[in-house]
């Protein structure tokens, strides 16, 4: 209960203050000893009323402590000075949105922004960051430890810029890959991670407001919406993952993909679609239809041909290939899988194998159906997934 607690406050308390002190390995730090000093109270004293305060207040403490041991030093009295000026009262609404703006600094390349902002930001393991970009998990490491390390070697601070608009790329691919996690977590035990579903939702609201002309912010409010939607329907009684065929639904929340259309809408009219709007329109054929069998595959498999145009991702293209198989025959999509199965991506991504499974088994080919459950089992998969192959497999 108090573990649980404690994550959902980190990221907020990490952003409230890092803003606060424009240092993000002294906000770490601050919320951190918060932490430990709420692991030993909270169970004498009960939860406080209201937990992410009490960790912010008690974080911000911990930061203006360590800025006066610092402001004792030779040489610091200038920097204390002005970090201890800017603690003030407690963080606005959306300091997690502020602070993933700082943390896609241009210093660092596309892909180093996200790994870093969804470890320091959003409070994803390397494990999970690994997982998200189908990267191996030293090579996430070895990132975060350069760009810390650049961060702490140049002195570079994380106060936000009057003009942000280079880092905007970087900031919508942190609140989809934050909503990825959240929708098929990739190493928690819950196969859907509804806060950071809710939370991304939120982040994507923000920015639209902040760039109401922005198509592509847009666009991600739009297939975050449409994709959300099917939240209620994708996980049983019992905690396990519903396939998309199987889902009710009638507990698809229709207010909300109602308002994922419109936002589909405003954002094509305003010009050539962005790689985000073509994932809501394929978000679109998932949620709109009320019936799984009026899903227009066809449809889906040309998004994906368009969407390959602009990110020529394996993983696209894998899902490219399940819409063929559905539109005209799994024999037609395993061929396009397997053009693309030498990617090492794709080797490392249990879904891939778990997707050329159920070709191989919808083609009669069980024995390598099998084999390609077994390869997913081998890459350590989330959770949910993994109960899911061995019940494939007929293994307790």
């Not at 424009?22 to 906000?27: C, I, Q, R, S």
Request: aromatic letters at 4%; charged letters at 25%.
């Amino acid at each position: 209960m108090i573990e649980a607690e404690l994550r959902a406050c980190w990221w907020p308390a990490v952003a409230s203050v890092a803003r606060a002190v424009g240092d993000l390995e002294l906000a770490e730090e601050a919320v951190q000893e918060a932490s430990l000093v709420a692991m030993l109270s909270w169970p004498r004293e009960g939860l406080p009323d209201n937990p992410r305060a009490w960790l912010i207040r008690t974080a911000r403490h911990k930061a203006l402590d360590a800025l006066r041991r610092e402001l004792a030093r030779p040489g610091k009295e200038a920097r204390a000075m002005c970090e201890q000026g800017r603690l003030g009262p407690a963080a606005e609404a959306y300091d997690e949105l502020s602070l993933i703006v700082m943390c896609c600094h241009p210093a660092f390349d596309l892909q180093t922004r996200v790994a870093l902002t969804l470890r320091s930001v959003c409070g994803l393991s390397t494990a999970e960051i690994a997982a998200v970009l189908l990267l191996a998990e030293p090579t996430v490491a070895k990132r975060l430890v350069r760009a810390r390390r650049k961060i702490r070697d140049t002195g570079m601070t994380f106060a936000l810029p009057e003009d942000w608009s280079e880092r905007i790329p970087a900031v919508l691919a942190v609140v989809y890959l934050l909503f990825t996690e959240g929708h098929k977590a990739s190493v928690n035990p819950q196969a859907v991670r509804g806060e950071l579903c809710t939370t991304a939702v939120d982040l994507a609201r923000e920015l639209h407001r902040l760039l109401p002309d922005d198509s592509e912010g847009e666009g991600l409010l739009a297939l975050l919406l449409l994709t959300d939607a099917r939240r209620p329907a994708r996980i049983a009684p019992d905690g396990s993952p519903v396939l998309l065929a199987a889902q009710n639904r009638a507990l698809y929340d229709r207010a909300m993909i109602a308002e994922g259309e419109r936002r589909l809408e405003a954002a094509l009219r305003r010009g050539p679609p962005g790689p985000f709007q073509i994932q809501a329109a394929i978000a679109a054929c998932h949620s709109v239809p009320e019936e799984a069998v009026d899903t227009d595959w066809r449809e889906i498999a040309a998004l994906y041909g368009e969407l390959l145009r602009y990110d020529p991702s394996p993983v696209f293209e894998a899902n490219r290939a399940i819409a063929v198989a559905m539109a005209e025959g799994p024999a037609a999509g395993l061929v396009v899988l397997d053009a693309v199965a030498h990617h090492p991506r794709l080797a490392r991504w249990p879904s891939f194998h778990i997707a050329r499974a159920d070709l191989l088994d919808r083609l009669g080919r069980r024995e390598e159906s099998q084999s390609a459950l077994r390869a997913a089992l081998q890459l350590d998969p989330s959770p949910s997934e993994r109960a899911f192959i061995r019940g494939r497999l007929g293994v307790p």
